[in-house]
């Protein structure tokens, strides 16, 4: 190595769970940080959320007042994106799952970051090839991960496009190192990467269980906590992550491979179509209540 900048600050673009609390996990590890979102409520709502967690770690004593505050002193929001707000060493990406969107934010992420800025999508639905296709720069760019919730999940996967360079790789792995977290590294990409299609064989085995009658979805849930120590069941994650989320990466697997056997299951295609997304609209599998607890099936 390397010519290639150090990381000190970093761009977050999508304020959604994802986002923001990918933006906090980098100011608590003492990066600054711009949080940017096309919607000024979306980013009222995301610190907001983000300051009540930070407020429980107060409480709970995993966290002093002064650390938290400093963290929030790195942290700037923005609806805008111009050169000021992209004068970043590296851009984190976490809009919604639409590649055109990606592709259209990315075109425009290119040309207002700095040249040797690293560009890189949170994208769970789509590879670094895909993203990047149009871009110049095709060797800064990489998807980097995480897991839902970001402040508490220690995995963030760093996956390789064909054009990734050895430069980029290593310096987003060093940068997921420096924020505590586990990078694990892909050297070749492929859709789902590794945890999610691991995640996918179970979650399509819990969802065959329950569309075939065979067990109600909270008995799943049950077996999977208490008999295989998994800290949530497969339906009470897809309440966490958002059903639309899976729904839509699991539509895109089958787009890339025309396999009858990756389509989306009727049961959740059917949520989607009801817009119960999980916890974001307080029902999903299960029923939420305001506070985001289950309140019920
Ligand atoms: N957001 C942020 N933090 C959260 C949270 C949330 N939604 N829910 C819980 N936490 C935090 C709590 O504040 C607490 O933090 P602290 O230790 O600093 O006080 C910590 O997590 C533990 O919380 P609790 O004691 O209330 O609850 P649990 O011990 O039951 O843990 C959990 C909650 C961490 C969510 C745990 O149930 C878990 O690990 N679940 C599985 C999550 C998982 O598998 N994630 C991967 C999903 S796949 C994915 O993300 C793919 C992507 O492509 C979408």
Known sequence: MSDQRSIDSVL?????????????????????VVLNDISGEALDRAVASLRSRMQRKIDKGTASPAE???????????DVLEEESCEVDLVIEAAIEKLDVKRELFATLERLAPADAILASNSSSFVPSAIAARLDARDRFCNIHFFNPALVMRCVE??????????????????????????????????????????????????????????SFEDIDLACRTALGYPMGPFELMDLTGI??????????????GDPADAPARSVAALVERGDLGRKTGRGWYVYDESGTKAGP
């Open 12 to 32: 977050v673009v999508g304020a959604g769970a994802m986002g923001s609390q990918i933006a906090m996990v980098c100011a608590l590890s003492g990066y600054d």
């Open 68 to 78: 938290i505050d400093s963290a929030f002193a790195r942290l700037r929001t923005t």
């Open 158 to 215: 760093v996956i390789r496009g064909p054009e990734t360079s050895d430069d980029t790789m290593a310096a987003a792995i060093d940068f997921v190192r420096r924020i505590g977290k586990e990078p694990v590294q892909l050297d070749k990409e492929i859709t789902g990467f590794v945890a999610n299609r691991i995640l996918d064989a179970v979650r399509t085995e819990a969802v065959a269980l329950y569309e075939g009658g065979y067990a």
């Open 244 to 257: 639309d989320i899976g729904y839509y990466s699991r539509s895109q697997r089958f787009a890339d491979s």
